[in-house]
């Protein structure tokens, strides 16, 4: 063996040896100086008036989970799963795309380079291209759902899938473990999933709006500044779209990483089973996370629900959300969501726009504007390369300058 193959052999080995032992010894390193994240405030609906929830919540941006755990809640024993069960019997046979807008939007418009690359890794990994991903989770019954959420279906993320941050970049690693995770009935309009069992015209009482959205709706269209004060618009650079959306997973199912949604819009989560893991970060403070440069959306590569806050982050929260509660979450907030239990069902709401109760305008605009094509272009090595080859394969692509304000939203 000669010294050239010889060092070869032994630099391999120490490669191996490194992403056998990553996974751990990164949450060592990580988890050396980081904080746990604070907890979310959790109160019971009878204990919080509505001028509490106003001034301690609503108006400063501070998420809290609401308890609906008084004497006329509809909110009793097995009411989730007769919910689901009716949507079931009704719609079990209707066929709908288990994709987010937003990933049905990246998906369609992902750069010819880049969605070859993130293929590759995929196929390494796990055997399967990027579109025989998305075509595993197009047309599919909502029965389908129904048979991929018990418990029998457990998620587990593998030492061999974090290892593989060993070899490829972090943005391709980080979609790489998302994509792994199980298919998930998300962010679609409750309509559009069964409008017989969840459409707006039922009067079904677990899907009502709470006395806080009710109350707030009507302060906003009173008017009344002396409540809530008058703030700059994001109507010019920010999509509102108050369609009522339904989620039903399993455990391990999760739509995004870490990220911030491309809608201006307060958020309440009203859980009907199951239960998620929430982790929210304000925006403020996004320049202690690492982004992961992915154009047309705002994504951070931080594992928070494994390494708590990093160093200087004080502004983080996490809540475990259980059936008959309810979430609020101020709208701009950075967050990611991810199933935990078995069976898990919940409505999404997002009753008002998020810059008409606080001032938000700034951090927003901030935060959009070093997220375009352009700006990737200018910082990282990778976009810099795949623009180059770009340009000289074909004209220049408008795909990955597209205005990002104008993305479909979650």
């Given at each position: 063996?000669?010294?050239?193959?010889?060092?070869?052999?032994?630099?391999?080995?120490?490669?191996?040896?490194?992403?056998?032992?990553?996974?751990?010894?990164?949450?060592?390193?990580?988890?050396?100086?980081?904080?746990?994240?604070?907890?979310?405030?959790?109160?019971?609906?009878?204990?919080?008036?509505?001028?509490?929830?106003?001034?301690?919540?609503?108006?400063?941006?501070?998420?809290?989970?609401?308890?609906?755990?008084?004497?006329?809640?509809?909110?009793?024993?097995?009411?989730?799963?007769?919910?689901?069960?009716?949507?079931?019997?009704?719609?079990?046979?209707?066929?709908?795309?288990?994709?987010?807008?937003?990933?049905?939007?990246?998906?369609?418009?992902?750069?010819?380079?880049?969605?070859?690359?993130?293929?590759?890794?995929?196929?390494?990994?796990?055997?399967?291209?990027?579109?025989?991903?998305?075509?595993?989770?197009?047309?599919?019954?909502?029965?389908?759902?129904?048979?991929?959420?018990?418990?029998?279906?457990?998620?587990?993320?593998?030492?061999?899938?974090?290892?593989?941050?060993?070899?490829?970049?972090?943005?391709?690693?980080?979609?790489?473990?998302?994509?792994?995770?199980?298919?998930?009935?998300?962010?679609?309009a409750r309509n559009d999933v069964c409008k017989s069992v969840l459409g707006e015209h039922i009067?079904?009482?677990?899907?009502?709006?709470?006395?806080?959205?009710?109350?707030?709706?009507?302060?906003?269209?009173?008017?009344?500044?002396?409540?809530?004060?008058?703030?700059?618009?994001?109507?010019?650079?920010?999509?509102?779209?108050?369609?009522?959306?339904?989620?039903?997973?399993?455990?391990?199912?999760?739509?995004?990483?870490?990220?911030?949604?491309?809608?201006?819009?307060?958020?309440?989560?009203?859980?009907?089973?199951?239960?998620?893991?929430?982790?929210?970060?304000?925006?403020?403070?996004?320049?202690?996370?690492?982004?992961?440069?992915?154009?047309?959306?705002?994504?951070?590569?931080?594992?928070?629900?494994?390494?708590?806050?990093?160093?200087?982050?004080?502004?983080?929260?996490?809540?475990?959300?259980?059936?008959?509660?309810?979430?609020?979450?101020?709208?701009?907030?950075?967050?990611?969501?991810?199933?935990?239990?078995?069976?898990?069902?919940?409505?999404?709401?997002?009753?008002?726009?998020?810059?008409?109760?606080?001032?938000?305008?700034?951090?927003?605009?901030?935060?959009?504007?070093?997220?375009?094509?352009?700006?990737?272009?200018?910082?990282?090595?990778?976009?810099?390369?795949?623009?180059?080859?770009?340009?000289?394969?074909?004209?220049?692509?408008?795909?990955?300058?597209?205005?990002?304000?104008?993305?479909?939203?979650?």
């Amino acid at each position: 063996m000669t010294s050239v193959s010889r060092s070869a052999a032994i630099l391999s080995w120490i490669t191996l040896v490194f992403a056998v032992l990553y996974p751990t010894l990164a949450d060592l390193w990580a988890n050396k100086s980081n904080k746990p994240l604070l907890q979310v405030d959790r109160v019971s609906e009878a204990d919080l008036p509505y001028e509490v929830f106003l001034e301690k919540y609503l108006k400063p941006g501070v998420p809290v989970i609401i308890k609906h755990d008084g004497p006329d809640s509809p909110f009793t024993e097995g009411a989730g799963d007769v919910l689901l069960e009716n949507v079931i019997r009704r719609c079990g046979d209707k066929k709908l795309n288990l994709l987010p807008p937003t990933v049905r939007t990246v998906s369609r418009n992902m750069n010819p380079i880049v969605k070859g690359i993130l293929s590759a890794v995929l196929f390494t990994f796990q055997g399967k291209t990027v579109q025989q991903w998305l075509d595993e989770r197009t047309a599919r019954k909502i029965s389908f759902v129904q048979s991929i959420v018990s418990p029998n279906h457990e998620y587990e993320e593998s030492w061999f899938l974090r290892s593989a941050a060993v070899f490829i970049p972090s943005m391709f690693h980080r979609l790489l473990l998302l994509l792994s995770r199980p298919p998930y009935l998300a962010d679609l309009a409750r309509n559009d999933v069964c409008k017989s069992v969840l459409g707006e015209h039922i009067d079904e009482p677990l899907l009502q709006l709470t006395q806080y959205e009710l109350k707030t709706l009507d302060l906003l269209s009173s008017s009344d500044e002396s409540k809530l004060g008058t703030w700059p618009s994001l109507d010019a650079v920010l999509r509102f779209d108050d369609a009522d959306k339904f989620f039903w997973g399993g455990a391990g199912a999760s739509s995004y990483p870490l990220h911030r949604d491309v809608q201006d819009a307060d958020t309440f989560f009203t859980m009907f089973t199951g239960c998620k893991d929430f982790v929210m970060v304000d925006p403020v403070q996004h320049k202690h996370l690492t982004s992961l440069d992915i154009p047309m959306l705002h994504i951070w590569k931080d594992d928070l629900f494994i390494n708590g806050r990093p160093e200087g982050l004080e502004r983080a929260w996490r809540g475990v959300l259980h059936p008959g509660e309810t979430l609020y979450m101020p709208g701009d907030f950075i967050h990611e969501v991810r199933v935990k239990c078995p069976n898990t069902s919940n409505i999404c709401r997002r009753p008002w726009r998020a810059s008409a109760t606080r001032n938000i305008s700034a951090d927003t605009l901030a935060l959009y504007e070093d997220h375009t094509y352009e700006e990737l272009v200018k910082r990282s090595w990778l976009y810099a390369t795949i623009d180059y080859v770009d340009s000289i394969i074909h004209p220049k692509s408008e795909i990955g300058k597209q205005d990002v304000y104008y993305m479909s939203g979650k």
